[in-house]
């Protein structure tokens, strides 16, 4: 897949303009994807092991080009209320490979092609805990990751959630149980595909809307503009944006769209300034 639109400054999916954002999602829908899936022992990535990774290689030509699924023997008991939410169990695993084995088979698929999951970032930062336990150091630049739920909340808003096992029963996936690896592979394969073949389809005034009604953080907004998050702020309560607070953090939310129209007018006024001096 060519280069990121934002070049070496690229700051995550969020900071890109709607029109990047949209070249951004056009080049992966053209692009194999790497969907992988990690159950494991605790949410944490330093603290806990993965017990069961899927890959699955597909693309919208072809559909699925392979998988693989494996469980993994994380040399340690696996909690009981990890079994509870995945049904892998302490004996299952007992007698599984051990992860120098397992991660040294999986990494030339891992680093080709664009590196998907639901919720990349928890998926991602595993991988990179596992590899760097073993001394490897596992990268894919940002150019080469796509993140299901980040496209999800873009195209599906009106969904009231946007968790796997919730679109799996929204679109009725024949996937199987959920919170395995081999099944929630296959559930993000088959959403990334219908979102994907909404990129290549939909025209793109209407995608450019959809994306316009997201919610950004600060962080994006001020990437976007290359500037301090107190200035960029400042220059948007200047200009009136509704906002409102995240959940978790209490941290501002602007509309991406009033952001980008601040952002153009912006650059119009400091463009203006250059040519009249």
């Not at 080049?27 to 969907?35: F, I």
């Not at 808003?157 to 024949?174: C, I």
Request: glycine fraction near 4%; proline fraction near 5%; aromatic fraction near 8%.
């Amino acid at each position: 897949m060519a280069a990121n639109p934002l070049g070496k400054k690229y700051q995550g999916q969020s900071a890109l303009l709607s029109k990047q954002l949209l070249t951004f999602y056009r080049r992966v829908s053209q692009s194999t994807l790497t969907v992988v899936d990690v159950e494991t022992t605790g949410s944490i990535a330093y603290k806990s092991s993965v017990i069961e990774v899927s890959v699955i290689k597909a693309n919208l030509t072809d559909g699925i080009l392979q998988q693989e699924t494996s469980l993994i023997n994380p040399t340690g008991k696996v909690p009981p209320f990890i079994t509870k939410i995945t049904g892998i169990t302490t004996a299952m695993v007992s007698q599984a490979p051990y992860p120098e084995a397992v991660w040294a088979d999986y990494e030339p698929l891992l680093r080709q092609d664009v590196l998907t999951a639901h919720n990349l970032e928890f998926d991602y930062g595993f991988l990179q805990s596992e590899y760097k336990r073993l001394d490897v150091h596992f990268y894919r630049p940002p150019s080469h990751r796509f993140c299901t739920v980040l496209l999800s909340r873009l195209l599906l808003a009106n969904l009231p959630s946007r968790s796997l096992p919730d679109l799996v029963k929204h679109f009725g996936f024949d996937v199987g149980t959920s919170h395995r690896a081999e099944a929630d592979t296959r559930a993000c394969w088959l959403l990334a595909e219908i979102l994907l073949t909404r990129i290549q389809q939909e025209p793109e005034e209407k995608i450019l809307e959809l994306f316009r009604q997201q919610w950004i953080r600060l962080q994006d907004a001020a990437a976007m503009f290359g500037q301090r998050k107190k200035n960029v702020l400042d220059l948007l309560i200047k200009a009136g944006l509704e906002h409102r607070l995240s959940k978790r953090q209490q941290q501002p939310l602007f509309r991406r769209g009033d952001v980008e129209d601040v952002f153009y007018a912006n650059r119009g006024e400091q463009l203006s300034m250059l040519e009249d001096s």
